[in-house]
């Protein structure tokens, strides 16, 4: 008779194991919720090698979202755009397997190309020129085009 | 006027966009320097060209421009339609601003579009002057309003003012109540519900602690005021012609609608007016409106100087 092996399920311990990142960013801590969001303006959904783990648990948040982008560190701007959606994640780049350097996104007192003005008679929206605008405050998140000075409240930002 | 001052020196090469990007000492150091230059119709600005970038329809404010420009012995270039410039075959602005920099010392814009002068401004290193961008600035206009306030009240920090009118659309008062806020004065904003201040607007004022109350009755006029500040109410801002007809005249200023104050009143309105102030106000003492107007001269004749380097 062939022995069995028995497998014990874990169900005290809700963790799912993705393979570590050679190379990468891993973003972490994400606002439960925001994952795909996230996914989605970073253009992530249609390229590259990506995990992402939904409604994780979190000592810090409850719950949380997480990401794991191989290949792939992050600009500025995709570090402003997870900032305004989700200000407490964590980025930790991955160079060989190896944490090369953990940190949160900060927000740049001005950015470009990273929020929409919703204004429809707004310059930013008639030419051909990159959206900017100037950080007012932090907490809650305002916002005021460098453009038409229109001041954009946290709940109203539109991500480009 | 061929005194150089620090004060002065600190606008060459500058823009005039935005009252924002403009000190409350600044501010006053203009002013200060407009006094001077009231009287003074020297060939100052002699071989120096304005370019006059009128997108939009113009009458008081470009040729205020070209007439400063022409008492400083300067001359002015430009268009006051976008439809004869090259815009209307599909040039951008940016390369309508490289184009037009080559021709001039100095440029003037109006735009329909907000933020358009800020573009315009980023893309030459000449000065360039906001006049009016869409329903977001009008610095210039500012400027004369707080010259004409000052003249008159001998200051412009804690003055009880009252905008009436469309407050909505109106980048006059936009671009005026955010300075007089930041000089600490009381405002009084009373309009239709549908053209009241923008939400953006009064949170911005809260934000800074300005002291601001709005008022949806215009019949009982605020008795607490320095300055009543009108704006014209445009027809096309309203879908029903009879609402139209009917707020118009509700918002109408005359000589009995004044009679419920014991002091007088500094009347304002940037012009052109339609109905908002009755004619038989235009020799009452208070009425500031045509002072405006020749205070914008002035004011211009000064802003063209600094920001030329000659005051």
């Known amino acids: 008779m062939v022995p069995h092996k028995?497998?014990?399920?874990?169900?005290?311990?809700?963790?799912?194991?993705?393979?570590?990142?050679?190379?990468?960013?891993?973003?972490?801590?994400?606002?439960?919720?925001t994952g795909l969001k996230v996914l989605n303006v970073l253009g992530l959904l249609t390229e590259g090698a990506v995990a992402i783990g939904l409604n994780l648990d979190s000592k810090r948040l409850g719950q949380k979202d997480l990401i794991k982008i191989e290949n792939r560190e992050l600009t500025q701007e995709e570090l402003n755009k997870i900032a305004i959606l989700s200000p407490e994640a964590t980025l930790s780049i991955i160079r060989d397997f190896k944490v090369f350097s953990k940190f949160q996104p900060e927000l740049t007192d001005e950015m470009e190309g990273v929020v929409h003005c919703q204004n429809p008679s707004c310059?930013?929206?008639?030419?051909?020129?990159r959206s900017r605008f100037q950080v007012l405050e932090r907490e809650p998140l305002r916002l005021r085009c460098y453009y038409c000075e229109r001041v954009i409240p946290s709940g109203e930002i539109e991500l480009l | 006027m061929g005194s150089t001052s620090d004060p002065a020196q600190s606008f060459v090469g500058r823009d005039v966009v935005s009252m924002r990007n403009f000190s409350n000492e600044e501010i006053v150091h203009i002013l200060d320097l407009a006094d001077r230059f009231e009287s003074v119709n020297e060939p100052l600005l002699r071989g120096k060209i304005l370019?006059?970038?009128?997108?939009?329809?113009?009458?008081?404010?470009?040729?205020?421009?070209?007439?400063?420009?022409?008492?400083?012995?300067?001359?002015?270039?430009?268009?006051?339609?976008?439809?004869?410039?090259?815009?209307?075959?599909?040039?951008?602005?940016?390369?309508?601003?490289?184009?037009?920099?080559?021709?001039?010392?100095?440029?003037?814009?109006?735009?329909?579009?907000?933020?358009?002068?800020?573009?315009?401004?980023?893309?030459?290193?000449?000065?360039?002057?906001?006049?009016?961008?869409?329903?977001?600035?009008?610095?210039?206009q500012t400027l004369l309003d707080l010259f004409t306030i000052r003249k008159i009240h001998g200051r412009i920090h804690e003055l009880r003012v009252a905008f009436l009118g469309d407050l909505r659309y109106s980048r006059t008062v936009h671009s005026l109540i955010e300075t007089l806020g930041r000089f600490a004065c009381d405002l009084v904003l009373v309009s239709p519900p549908?053209?009241?201040?923008?939400?953006?607007?009064?949170?911005?004022?809260?934000?800074?602690?300005?002291?601001?109350?709005?008022?949806?009755?215009?019949?009982?006029?605020p008795l607490d005021v320095d300055v009543l500040y009108t704006t014209r109410i445009q027809k096309e801002?309203?879908?029903?012609?009879?609402?139209y007809e009917r707020v118009k005249n509700a918002y109408q200023l005359d000589r009995q609608s004044l009679n419920v104050y014991s002091q007088t009143v500094t009347v304002m309105h940037p012009l052109p007016r339609v109905n908002?102030?009755?004619?038989?106000?235009?020799?009452?003492e208070g009425?500031?409106?045509?002072?405006?107007?020749?205070?914008?001269?002035?004011?211009?004749?000064?802003?063209?100087?600094?920001?030329?380097?000659?005051?």
């Open chain 1, 6 to 33: 028995q497998v014990k399920a874990h169900r005290t311990r809700r963790s799912i194991e993705v393979s570590a990142l050679k190379q990468g960013t891993v973003v972490d801590h994400l606002r439960r919720g």
């Open chain 1, 123 to 129: 310059i930013s929206n008639n030419e051909r020129i």
């Open chain 2, 51 to 140: 370019a006059n970038l009128f997108f939009e329809p113009s009458t008081r404010t470009r040729l205020s421009f070209q007439a400063a420009m022409a008492r400083l012995g300067g001359a002015t270039i430009g268009f006051a339609d976008a439809a004869i410039s090259s815009v209307s075959k599909g040039e951008s602005l940016a390369d309508t601003i490289r184009v037009v920099e080559n021709y001039c010392d100095i440029i003037v814009i109006r735009h329909r579009y907000e933020g358009a002068a800020r573009l315009a401004a980023n893309t030459t290193s000449l000065p360039v002057l906001n006049a009016g961008d869409g329903s977001n600035q009008h610095p210039t």
């Open chain 2, 194 to 221: 549908s053209l009241r201040m923008p939400s953006d607007i009064l949170d911005d004022l809260a934000a800074k602690g300005v002291r601001c109350r709005e008022e949806f009755d215009p019949s009982i006029l």
């Open chain 2, 237 to 243: 801002r309203f879908p029903d012609p009879l609402e």
């Open chain 2, 276 to 284: 908002e102030i009755s004619t038989d106000l235009d020799d009452y």
């Open chain 2, 287 to 311: 009425a500031a409106y045509f002072k405006q107007a020749k205070n914008g001269i002035t004011v211009r004749k000064t802003l063209l100087s600094i920001l030329l380097g000659v005051a």
